[in-house]
């Protein structure tokens, strides 16, 4: 059964600290996502990859929040540096979108529950 | 651009009880359409998808949706609510063309009373 890994589930950090949350995607899914949930905004898409390459990060603060993803089986979100207001849930989410367009279902991991204090 | 919007943060029923979850969305471009649910401490599960074809969609746990084009709807509904049925529930919207990013409404919260 094929599942989006996150880690780690929580993490709790103080104010001006770097933090890193990972996430290994469906093998052979080409697209990854990254979202917030808060309780005021709901879920926000964060940025989003497509055979690895940045297609959108226009909903990430860019002074303090980097997207990467070093290989197709890693993608990283990091904030640098962390501030109470980043208090969340992060989530990553994988797909496949074909050749021809044809799409798939986004399938989320479990989330990353961060607190910072 | 895209929006969705959930009416009713909150929705209470009675187990064995009709479930109604309203979706309506905003797009200038024919929609995809999903519903997923949260659990506690859980990511997100797809229940259904509308893409094209048949306008009444089935889904999984007994749940189906309607999308009507004339009313910009796609509202969930089960005929019989169970408590496990009890969760948050999330309708998004995403383009056919161009992107596959999904747009959220705010969810809703079913609580199902024994």
């Known amino acids: 059964d094929a599942r989006v890994t996150q880690t780690p589930r929580h993490k709790v950090t103080e104010m001006g600290q770097e933090v890193t949350m990972r996430c290994q995607p469906i093998l052979g899914h080409n697209t990854v996502f990254w979202y917030r949930q808060t309780m005021m905004q709901g879920l926000e898409l964060l940025a989003y990859f497509r055979n690895r390459a940045p297609l959108d990060d226009s909903g990430m603060p860019k002074d303090r929040f980097s997207a990467e993803m070093p290989d197709a089986t890693l993608a990283t979100l990091k904030i640098q540096p962390s501030e109470p207001r980043d208090s969340a849930v992060y989530f990553c989410?994988?797909?496949?979108?074909?050749?021809?367009?044809?799409?798939?279902?986004?399938?989320f991991g479990p989330g990353t529950r961060l607190t910072v204090l | 651009a895209q929006s969705v919007t959930q009416l009713g943060s909150h929705v209470s029923v009675s187990e064995g009880a009709l479930v109604l979850l309203r979706c309506n969305y905003s797009?200038?471009?024919?929609?995809?359409l999903f519903w997923y649910v949260q659990y506690p401490n859980q990511g997100l599960q797809l229940l259904l998808k509308?893409?094209?074809?048949?306008?009444l969609v089935k889904g999984i746990n007994g749940f189906e949706a309607e999308f009507k084009k004339s009313e910009t709807s796609f509202h969930l509904t089960k005929p019989s609510a169970h408590m496990s049925d009890a969760a948050e529930y999330f309708c998004a919207v995403s383009e056919i063309q161009g992107a596959q990013k999904l747009v959220f409404g705010q969810g809703t919260r079913l609580t199902i009373n024994p």
């Open positions: 797009s200038s471009v024919p929609p995809y």
């Open positions: 509308y893409t094209t074809g048949a306008t």
């Open positions: 989410a994988s797909g496949l979108v074909a050749s021809g367009g044809g799409r798939d279902t986004q399938y």
